[in-house]
Each structure stands twice: as structure tokens, then as C-alpha cells.
């Protein structure tokens, strides 16, 4: 399967705990993107890269988050000293800077903080 | 700032029926992208179809297509001759330019009743 894949699908923690959740894009797709979607709710822009470049936060983006994306490739994001709040899907997409760009959704990690 | 719009939380229709589903978005922008996307339940978001706002002709993907009326700023989803596994949350969806993040509208859960 080359789709977008995310680790780890189900995530719970206590409210405090650091979590890191990872994301692997389409091969050879250089734009990566995080959204979180609450329930009931469409996603909502976190922040995006463009090879290992971040090339925007979004205002949700608190300075508990942080996203890397390293060699281009994968990217993590990182939710320290985590709040009730957190609690959403956090998906990823991914597409490449050229034809159609249109945006490729994994499956998403759901977390849970209680 | 852009905004999209759904006025149907919920819907439900007859299988092998037509149905719509509304969404309208606000922008001061003359060239964008609209997207339609579907989430099946505890499933991963997928693009349903899409559409350039320099195009005039409607985009459609086999059984479904868009009426969309760029001067009224809005983008329904027709689907025809429904089935069972189009059960799902619909989301509208606007993109400024290319690479740039999607926004998302609240969605409209869709029931295909046997």
C-alpha cells in the first residue's frame, strides 16, 4: 500500500504526559500537512510543510505543538504536557508540488487524554 | 479569511435515489480550488471530486458531480443512483492556490437507506 500512513492509529494518555505521532506521505510527495478534527467536526489546519521546510502554522498551533519533518520524508508531531482539550484525530495529508496537487489523507491517530 | 458552509448536519435518502448536498464558501479570491471529500465511519478521508473556479464546465466523477455557480459562491454535490457504501460524513472543502491548506466545512452525514 504506498497510501499515507500514520503511527499510532489510537493513542491514550494522561493529562500532563508528552505524545508523539508520526506520519509517512506518499513516496516522492514533498508537501506534508497536519489538520485535527474534533468530533462532529471537518479538520482544521495545523500546520504544513514543503520538504523539510515548515512553511506554516496555523494559530491552533500552540507552543506545546511541534512538528518536524526532518529529511523531507516522514514528520512527527509532538503534543507536550497534554491538556482535555487534545483530545481529537489528528490526521495527516500529503501531495506533490505539481499536476492536480490534490491532498491525501491517512487514516489519522486518535487521541484520547483523560 | 475564507469560510465554508454545509446547512444540512444530517441527510438521508433511498438507495438507487438522487440526492444533493449544499455548501456554500466566502472568498475575495478570483481563482481557487473547491473540493468535495467523504469519510466513511472509523474511515480515512477521500477525495470525492474537485473543481477550478477558472473552469466553467462542472466537474463530475462518474455518479457524482457539482453544480457549481462561482457568482452565488456555491458548490452542491449531486449523487446519483445511490448505494449503500456512500454512507458517510461529506465534507466541502475550499483551497486557495495550490499547496496551500484546505479548509474544511462542518460536513453533512449522509444515510443510504436500503
Known amino acids: 500500500d504506498t497510501g499515507v500512513s500514520q503511527d499510532p492509529r489510537h493513542k491514550i494518555t494522561k493529562r500532563g504526559q508528552n505524545v508523539t505521532f508520526r506520519c509517512d506521505p506518499i513516496?516522492?510527495?514533498?508537501?506534508l500537512y497536519w489538520y485535527r478534527q474534533t468530533l462532529g467536526q471537518g479538520p482544521e489546519f495545523l500546520t504544513y510543510?514543503?520538504?523539510?521546510?515548515?512553511?506554516?502554522k496555523s494559530r491552533l498551533l500552540s507552543d506545546r505543538f511541534s512538528a518536524e519533518r526532518p529529511k523531507g520524508s516522514f514528520s512527527t508531531l509532538e503534543i507536550q504536557r497534554t491538556e482535555q482539550g487534545d483530545s481529537a484525530m489528528y490526521l495527516c495529508?500529503?501531495?506533490?508540488?505539481?499536476?492536480?496537487?490534490?491532498?491525501?489523507f491517512g487514516p489519522g491517530t486518535r487521541l484520547t487524554v483523560l | 479569511a475564507q469560510t465554508v458552509t454545509q446547512s444540512q448536519p444530517e441527510m438521508s435518502v433511498q438507495e438507487a435515489e438522487t440526492v444533493t448536498l449544499s455548501c456554500t464558501y466566502d472568498?475575495?479570491?478570483?481563482?481557487?480550488?473547491l473540493f468535495w471529500y467523504k469519510q466513511p465511519p472509523s474511515r480515512q478521508m477521500i477525495l470525492v471530486i474537485r473543481?477550478?473556479?477558472?473552469?466553467?464546465q462542472n466537474a463530475t466523477e462518474n455518479r457524482f458531480s457539482v453544480n457549481f455557480q462561482k457568482a452565488a459562491k456555491s458548490f452542491s454535490l449531486k449523487i446519483s443512483d445511490s448505494q449503500l457504501g456512500d454512507t458517510a460524513m461529506y465534507f466541502c472543502?475550499?483551497?486557495?492556490?495550490?499547496?496551500?491548506?484546505?479548509?474544511f466545512g462542518p460536513g453533512t452525514s449522509l444515510s443510504v437507506i436500503p
Open positions: 495529508a500529503s501531495s506533490l508540488a505539481s499536476g492536480t496537487d490534490t491532498q491525501y
Open positions: 510543510f514543503q520538504n523539510e521546510a515548515q512553511l506554516e
Open positions: 472543502a475550499f483551497m486557495k492556490h495550490e499547496g496551500d491548506k484546505v479548509i
Open positions: 473543481q477550478e473556479a477558472y473552469k466553467q
Open positions: 472568498t475575495s479570491e478570483s481563482n481557487y480550488y
Open positions: 513516496s516522492e510527495h514533498n508537501r
